[in-house]
């Protein structure tokens, strides 16, 4: 079974530019979910998706970040402009809605972000 | 407070049991669990316990769930170099609760 994909694994930036984030979550998979991760914190839950709508985006900076997920399957995030607090990783994650262990999250390896 | 708590660092030898622990709020989730994170890679699931159990044990990990005062505590039995990771425990039922995370590391 394929993992969850996610691109670039790297991008560096200066601030004010605009960076965009691509996530495959596992197929079948029905929640998505975007986490920053500032390094030496724990994830940070970003926007959480249910097939294509947004089930949570409390969290999200809606000034400067936008994510979609049209079709239900692949998402962007999106942030522009860009601050230099903006530098981390930006983690995709999804799961089932049921099944053996409702709420098991699945990652990708993760889109570094440095804003210089 | 934090919905989840963890202290921040642990360090031990080789060979030694490593025990990481970690205090919630919320009790609502049916099963909690225990993820690692290697340098440079995202969250693996390492093990889960249901939240009807006191205790799982699976190969070299035992997970332990006290529910009553809301804590629960990951061992690992003859830790190895490559244990050394950052662990999360993670409430099942609500996306939002990553904690800060225990860094282990192992000096062999």
């Known amino acids: 079974e394929a993992g969850v994909a996610q691109s670039p694994r790297y991008k560096i930036i200066e601030k004010r530019q605009s960076v965009a984030f691509w996530c495959n979550p596992i197929s079948g998979h029905a929640t998505l979910y975007w986490y920053q991760q500032i390094l030496g914190q724990g994830p940070k839950l970003l926007i959480q998706f249910q097939n294509n709508g947004v089930v949570d985006d409390s969290q999200l900076p809606k000034d400067r970040f936008s994510a979609e997920r049209l079709k239900g399957v692949d998402s962007t995030l999106k942030i522009q402009p860009a601050k230099l607090e903006d530098s981390a990783v930006y983690l995709c994650?999804?799961?089932?809605?049921?099944?053996?262990?409702?709420?098991?999250?699945?990652f990708g390896e993760g889109s570094r972000l440095t804003v210089l | 407070g934090e919905d989840v708590e963890q202290s921040l660092f642990l360090s031990v030898r080789e060979g030694d049991s490593s025990v990481i622990n970690c205090t919630y709020t919320?009790?609502?989730?049916?099963?909690l669990y225990w993820y690692k994170q290697e340098p440079g890679a995202g969250l693996q699931l390492l093990t889960y316990?249901?939240?009807?159990?006191d205790m799982k044990q699976d190969q070299r990990l035992t997970v332990l769930l006290n529910k009553k005062d809301k804590h629960l505590s990951l061992r690992i039995a003859d830790t190895q170099t490559g244990d050394s990771a950052i662990y999360f425990c993670?409430?099942?039922?609500?996306?939002?609760?990553f904690g800060s995370g225990t860094r282990l590391q192992v000096q062999p």
């Open positions: 993670y409430m099942g039922r609500r996306a939002l609760t």
């Open positions: 994650a999804s799961s089932l809605l049921s099944g053996r262990r409702p709420g098991e999250l699945f």
């Open positions: 919320d009790s609502s989730s049916t099963y």
């Open positions: 316990i249901f939240s009807n159990m």
